[in-house]
């Protein structure tokens, strides 16, 4: 069992940067993959970045580039830092997470443990 907490969203301009983090209750360190996701009301939720426990890593087409998903050497804080921000960015994130960790994919379905969700805003 898992549980997570997301923090450090926020408001933004377009272009800026912001670092979001995700406290595992619990080491998951050699069993688990993580991942980060995006909802806006009305939308389905969409994966955007994860990380399985060898640390690969693979992202959405969107923030390919822009976004970058790590994990503390603990593996007690997932974090995902987004730069050059846009509008469309805008959404709740959340923190997904696996026991699966040889693999990750942007699925939500793979994923049984869900954070609470930290809100992104970027203004243009």
């Known amino acids: 069992q898992v549980q997570l907490v997301e923090s450090g969203g926020g408001s933004v301009q377009a272009g800026g940067t912001l670092r979001i983090s995700c406290a595992a209750s619990?080491?998951?360190?050699?069993?688990?993959?993580m991942a980060w996701f995006r909802q806006v009301p009305g939308k389905e939720r969409e994966g955007v970045a994860c990380r399985d426990s060898d640390g690969m890593t693979m992202y959405a087409s969107s923030v390919k580039g822009r976004f970058t998903i790590s994990q503390d050497n603990a593996k007690t804080t997932l974090y995902l830092q987004m730069n050059s921000l846009k509008p469309e960015d805008t959404a709740m994130y959340y923190c997904?997470?696996?026991?699966?960790?040889?693999?990750?994919?942007?699925?939500?379905?793979?994923?049984?443990?869900w954070g609470q969700g930290t809100q992104v805003t970027v203004s243009s």
């Open positions: 619990t080491s998951t360190s050699s069993s688990y993959s």
């Open positions: 997904a997470a696996s026991a699966e960790g040889s693999w990750c994919g942007l699925w939500e379905s793979s994923y049984k443990y």
